[in-house]
DNA sequence: TCCGTTGTTGCAACTAAGTTACAGGTGCAA
DNA sequence: TTGCACCTGTAACTTAGTTGCAACAACGGA
């Protein structure tokens, strides 16, 4: 059986930045929907990546369905809003492209082996040497850590 | 309904390193059973990180079930003799430790954005370098890199 | 302002990898 | 050879990710 059609209005995060989402979306050739904004402020209001399971947590409250979240992470991710990475620890994790350039190739993430956080360390440089005579990976390096995070230090 | 007790024994992969193999499984305190020889094997035969799926694909002909191979592999890992990572494919991978050392410590591991197989780059140096007054992680950590592999380029 | 088209949503069900409980079999020290 | 703690096979479960489908809503054009 079906449930009720729920009514579709919702008060997405920061009422005050929506029009700035909105006009991200479109521009990236998406629609603005209740759930996409959301999803998009979500992210933007987040300092790391965060899962699929995270913001469908967060916006479970909206009455957002996770199908609908996990969709929403992949049209953003195909328009180019957002990136999309596994960080080692068997989840995907979504990060706002920030400024249009690409923010993980700019600094590499760290996983805390302790307590499974993930953080950006923008401040930290990776330098890829190859001894001589060996080859250098190719492509555009994604660099990930896995250590000790601040805290659990 | 159980299936009839099928017989125990059944050949390992290379008759000629078992003995070192069991030895070696007897140092680490765990008993050695067919399919832990196996496994251990099949570890050692491989030059890259093998997933559990891999592992359990490849001896499943010699009847040994899937949820064996993965304690095995847990108990190997726990035992010192295999490391666990996750690459950042959504896939734990289990790599013999060679020679005792901390191998994924000796160098990155890459996986093709391409094909996404998975290498070692034991020619490949990474210098984590911290911007002047920033933190550097700490930990042992382990480096992993997304481009592209040699056959991909 | 209204309407039709088409993209989007919520629901439900599915897949794949990883994990565990349990009963019975086996390795190995005594 | 024997006994027991450890190990195995089976089956079922968990979790994250993914998809089909019918109903709904955004938005451009009338």
């Given at each position: 059986?079906?449930?009720?059609?729920?009514?579709?209005k919702r008060r997405p995060?920061?009422?005050?930045?929506?029009?700035?989402?909105?006009?991200?979306?479109?521009?990236?050739?998406?629609?603005?929907?209740?759930?996409?904004?959301?999803?998009?402020?979500?992210?933007?209001?987040?300092?790391?990546?965060?899962?699929?399971?995270?913001?469908?947590?967060?916006?479970?409250?909206?009455?957002?369905?996770?199908?609908?979240?996990?969709?929403?992470?992949?049209?953003?991710?195909?328009?180019?809003?957002?990136?999309?990475?596994?960080?080692?620890?068997?989840?995907?994790?979504?990060?706002?492209?920030?400024?249009?350039?690409?923010?993980?190739?700019?600094?590499?993430?760290?996983?805390?082996?302790?307590?499974?956080?993930?953080?950006?360390?923008?401040?930290?440089?990776?330098?890829?040497?190859?001894?001589?005579?060996?080859?250098?990976?190719?492509?555009?390096?994604?660099?990930?850590?896995?250590?000790?995070?601040?805290?659990?230090?």
């Amino acid at each position: 059986m079906k449930a009720a059609a729920q009514p579709r209005k919702r008060r997405p995060p920061q009422a005050d930045t929506v029009a700035q989402l909105r006009t991200e979306l479109r521009g990236a050739g998406l629609r603005s929907t209740g759930p996409r904004v959301a999803v998009l402020g979500s992210l933007s209001a987040a300092s790391t990546p965060r899962s699929h399971g995270d913001i469908a947590e967060a916006l479970a409250p909206l009455g957002y369905d996770r199908a609908t979240i996990y969709r929403n992470l992949m049209d953003l991710t195909q328009a180019g809003l957002v990136t999309r990475t596994d960080l080692g620890d068997h989840v995907w994790r979504f990060e706002l492209r920030r400024g249009g350039a690409e923010h993980t190739q700019e600094h590499p993430h760290l996983v805390c082996t302790d307590c499974g956080d993930v953080s950006c360390l923008p401040e930290v440089e990776v330098k890829i040497v190859a001894r001589p005579g060996a080859r250098r990976p190719a492509g555009a390096l994604e660099v990930q850590l896995k250590g000790l995070c601040e805290r659990c230090e």
